[in-house]
């Protein structure tokens, strides 16, 4: 919408210096300008820490145009952002139109407000609420050369649905808590890749894993390890996907991920008996896949999360204190059992090609 300005909420994992933002017209089908984009600390809600709101320059302009399906970085801002802080940026559209890019299921409320109020560090302009973000698609900043990242490429369970709202439980974010004063790894920064209702193979409301890899995850800067947590919306579409389907779509995320010379670790795919997509032969290929991702050699280490979370009486349901009531999301607490369910150590991997 012309003229509507965003003030988007996101939780930093690592801390680091000249920061940056990368703002997306993926989907757009027009070019997309910003005359204003700010970054602060939020006090509360929409409200700023006195001070800490600046300007963001791209190329030493304050103006940026993004062509249809491209992105913009913008110039690296001096200081320091400490790890885990809920960073703020505000940005404005003069003539944002048509299909906007974002993120539906944040997990987090943002705020709106139309007209430029993207300086102003007080809550007073901006009067509605979003759980969505818009056009911010990444926050970067710059680490000591030993300290890498993990991206966790995933669908809704790793997008957080269900876990409680702005409280940043979902299992990246408590994966984030553990590595911060890990000694089992140097990697420190999570990339949060998960969205709503994605597939390895087929696309659907977004882009395929494997359409969206370059994209989503090749891309960010200080990669060091991919975490594969996918599969369970291409079982519970009865499209007939097989075990060696879903095997192959793993081998050629492996595959590419290695040469770009990152680590891969596989998670196994988690129950969702009592979902009512669930019958007993894609229950038989969820057990077939999750053997191949144990055993099977593809992955530098794998997670498994199905043992994290399976209930001890019905091994093909979730535990009922993780479940959230509809048998395939999780509560706080399941998404901290597979947070804690990932090895730190096996994020250090050897990768890319003859690893």
Known sequence: MPDRAYRLVVHTSVGGDRMRVRLSNAF???P???????AGVQRQGAALVPGSNR????DGRTTVTI??????YSDPLPGRVRARTNLV?????????????????????????????????TAAPWTRTTTSWFYLDAVTVRTPARTGAVVALGD???DGWESTTDLNRRWPDQLSRRLQHSRATTVRGVANA??????????????????????DVLSHPGVRTVLVFEGVNDLKARTGVTAQDLIDGYREIADRVHAAGHCVVGATIAPFKGWPEWDPAAEAVRQEVNAFIRTGGLFDAVADFDRAVRSPDDPESIRPAYDNGDHLHFTDAGMRAMADEVRLKDLECASGPGR
Do not use: C, W
Request: aromatic content about 6%; cysteine-free.
């Open 156 to 158: 809704s369970i790793t």
């Open 194 to 215: 998960g969205i709503s209702a994605n597939k390895v193979l087929a696309d659907g409301a977004s882009p395929s894993a494997l359409n969206r890899l370059d994209r």
């Open 55 to 58: 300007r963001l320059t791209f």
């Open 67 to 72: 062509p249809p399906g491209g992105t913009a």
């Open 28 to 30: 757009g089908d027009r």
């Open 32 to 38: 997309l300008t910003f005359d204003s984009v700010y």
């Open 89 to 121: 940026v505000s940005l404005h559209s003069p003539d944002a139109a048509g299909p906007a890019t974002g993120h539906r299921l944040a997990m987090q409320t943002s705020y709106l407000t139309q007209g430029d109020h993207t300086a102003d560090e």
